[in-house]
């Protein structure tokens, strides 16, 4: 049981590249998350999906896409790279329960852009 | 807007002196309330959470944390620190809605603790 996989844990990125952020779970677990954390400024919610093929908005959404296409996957897209997406990137998941959730994080993803 | 405060962004202490962070909500619904703990180059990890029931909740590594609904608070305290409780700790608010559930993190406070 791995629990939550990110990839990759480190990459620099030149101004105006794409790339895809990897995020997988195999905790059979409903909602998956998207945060970035900047330093001083705690963490900041991307996006956010309740299930397979339902996504949504979180805190600060542009310059980011997400995919939901299986339960297990969670992508997160940047298309044209810029300086501002500098930050460590942590993919999250979490059981829904009436009682509520706790959330399992991933390794996160070190991201520089140039 | 919910918004989720932890008022001091720093904290220095010596080893065995005792720690209180503070954390504070908007949402006057229901929540569910967590803290977590980054180890310098680390993932986050659950300290404690509360969902309901005793509002005195214990957790990991000697911490707690007292809910307090009248002030809409959450501090998280430990009664004498050591070295490796260095790290960062982040409050976290669950709103309980009905069109759906979001979590959104207090800003951080940074602990060093003084060998």
């Known amino acids: 049981n791995a629990g939550v996989t990110q990839t990759p844990k480190f990459r620099i990125l030149k101004i105006g590249q794409s790339m895809t952020l990897q995020c997988t779970q195999d905790?059979?677990?409903?909602?998956m998350y998207w945060y970035r954390q900047d330093p001083g400024m705690g963490l900041k919610l991307i996006y956010y999906?309740?299930?397979?093929?339902?996504?949504d908005k979180g805190e600060v959404p542009n310059g980011y896409n997400v995919s939901r296409s299986t339960t297990e996957d969670f992508p997160l897209r940047l298309e044209l790279a810029a300086p501002s997406q500098t930050s460590v990137y942590f993919c999250?998941?979490?059981?829904?329960?009436?009682?509520?959730?706790?959330?399992?994080f991933g390794d996160g993803t070190r991201l520089s852009i140039l | 807007a919910q918004s989720v405060s932890q008022h001091n962004h720093h904290v220095i202490l010596s080893e065995a002196a005792s720690l209180e962070l503070g954390c504070n909500y908007s949402?006057?619904?229901?929540?569910?309330l967590f803290w977590y703990v980054q180890y310098p180059g680390q993932h986050l990890q659950l300290l404690l959470k509360?969902?309901?029931?005793?509002?005195l909740v214990k957790g990991i590594k000697g911490f707690e944390a007292e809910f307090i609904k009248s002030k809409f608070s959450f501090n998280l305290r430990k009664p004498s620190v050591q070295w490796s409780d260095t790290a960062e700790y982040f409050c976290?608010?669950?709103?309980?809605?009905?069109?759906?559930?979001?979590?959104?993190f207090g800003g951080g406070t940074r602990v060093l603790v003084k060998p």
């Open positions: 999250a998941s979490s059981y829904w329960r009436i009682s509520g959730l706790s959330q399992h």
């Open positions: 905790m059979n677990h409903n909602y």
């Open positions: 999906s309740v299930g397979a093929g339902i996504t």
């Open positions: 949402y006057g619904g229901t929540v569910n």
């Open positions: 509360y969902f309901s029931g005793d509002p």
């Open positions: 976290a608010v669950n709103e309980i809605r009905a069109a759906g559930n979001k979590l959104t």
